[in-house]
């Protein structure tokens, strides 16, 4: 079995091809714990971030519709206080339909 004697920079054995398993140390329980902490608490700040940056976005979307919800009433009510527009419909008002596919029965 061959071991390499390279190892990184925090002490961590390079590993290559013909390595025995058995025959290296097993990692440090502290150790480990400490990488899985430190992903967890990355992950947590990363994830928190996300939803404040969602959350304020989707309070902008928000805001903007109440905005122009009121601009239209506004708009609304001062064309129904044009005497002269009563009974007026706009006549190139036209709705698309998708079409429809063929039935395979």
Do not use: W
């Amino acid at each position: 079995a061959v071991v390499s004697t390279q190892s990184t920079g925090d002490g961590v054995p390079i590993i290559g091809q013909k390595v025995d398993l058995k025959l290296l140390e097993p990692l440090q329980q502290k150790r480990t714990l400490a990488y899985i902490n430190h992903f967890v608490i990355q992950m947590t700040g990363l994830l928190n971030n996300f939803a404040c940056r969602a959350e304020s976005g989707l309070m902008e979307i928000d805001r903007r519709s109440r905005q122009i919800e009121t601009t239209l009433l506004l708009l609304e009510a001062k064309l129904a206080s044009i005497p002269e527009l009563d009974g007026v419909t706009s006549t190139e008002t036209t709705t698309q339909q998708p079409p429809t596919a063929p039935n395979a029965a």
